[in-house]
């Protein structure tokens, strides 16, 4: 079964927009989280890791205002994809690991749209 | 970063085939290695893990050679429902790093 739920799925809205994604852990808790984004037939992205109690790092290129992260509980980490426009829409997806050195299971997905 | 590279790809094959992908990791302290298989407009959900030893399970095999930074997916007796993004997978750290991805194998299965 899941480990990682993820939600939404889907998000259709216009650009100016705030969308709100979030990512749980579900059976165990997750100090660390990380988002990433995929674009059509591209490779998955990392984007930020989520640290729980503590400032996400971003990676290089990534707009730590554009893209909030609060990691406010040891299961729950929420991505805000702020004032979206039309080069957002993608696929986000977080990961989470059960513990040290095993393999990240990654939520369902968040397909944005932005028009 | 350092990278993963993979094979190109796609791979077209009958049903039934054997087919092998290749993977590649340029960082020598890597700690952990998986294969996951992505589906189109899905999230990647783990295949397998890799070990030195080489694991089994079913119809796939999956080696790691850590001398010649290599890793290994061998599909026996191919399905239609194994066609998929094959990714592989290299954690650089011990602990809760961020995973580095291949760029994927493509791969169709055909009847």
């Known amino acids: 079964g899941a480990v990682v739920s993820q939600h939404p799925s889907r998000v259709i809205c216009k650009s100016g927009t705030s969308v709100k994604i979030e990512c749980r852990s579900l059976d165990f808790q997750a100090t660390t989280m990380f988002w990433y984004r995929q674009f059509p037939k591209k490779s998955l992205m990392l984007m930020a890791t989520?640290?729980?109690?503590?400032?996400?790092?971003?990676e290089q290129g990534v707009e730590k205002d554009k893209f909030l992260i609060n990691h406010a509980s040891l299961t729950l980490s929420t991505l805000t994809v702020t004032s979206a426009h039309p080069e957002d829409s993608s696929f986000y997806i977080c990961s989470a690991s059960t513990g040290s050195n095993q393999p990240q299971h990654f939520g369902d997905g968040t397909r944005l749209s932005i028009l | 970063r350092k990278e993963v590279e993979q094979d190109p790809g796609p791979f077209n094959v009958p049903e039934g085939a054997t087919v092998a992908f290749n993977c590649t990791y340029s960082n020598s302290a890597s700690q952990s290695f998986f294969w996951y298989r992505q589906d189109c407009r899905k999230e990647p959900k783990l295949l397998m893990s890799v070990y030195s030893s080489g694991n089994e399970d079913g119809r796939f095999t999956a080696q790691l050679n850590r001398a010649s930074q290599y890793i290994s997916l061998l599909i026996r007796d191919s399905k239609l429902s194994d066609s998929a993004t094959y990714l592989c997978?290299?954690?650089?750290?011990?602990?809760?790093?961020?995973?580095?991805f291949g760029k994927g194998t493509r791969l169709s299965v055909i009847a």
């Open positions: 997978v290299v954690n650089e750290g011990s602990g809760n790093t961020p995973l580095v």
């Open positions: 989520s640290n729980e109690g503590s400032k996400a790092t971003y």
